[in-house]
């Protein structure tokens, strides 16, 4: 069973939010909180640093 986890950036009010599970060398498996039972995206673990920068950076766009 994976050990999932919710980004500490995110409330407990249902928003859109996304899990990760830790454990998988080179590769973090990725899910919609809201879709559990749902599809499960796997990301190199080199893409999925380069998308924390960006996001940390304030590189992508916003929807705000």
């Known amino acids: 069973m994976l ?3 919710k980004s500490s950036y ?3 009010d249902g ?3 996304i899990e990760v599970a830790p ?3 080179g590769l ?3 899910r919609d909180s809201k879709d559990p039972h749902g599809p ?4 190199p673990a080199s893409a999925w640093d380069s998308f924390l920068h960006a996001v ?3 590189e992508l766009p916003s929807d705000d």
């Open 3 to 5: 050990a999932w986890r």
């Open 10 to 12: 995110s409330g407990d």
């Open 15 to 17: 928003g859109d939010c």
């Open 23 to 25: 454990g998988f060398p």
């Open 28 to 30: 973090v498996p990725v």
């Open 40 to 43: 499960v995206l796997l990301f």
């Open 56 to 58: 940390r950076a304030g």
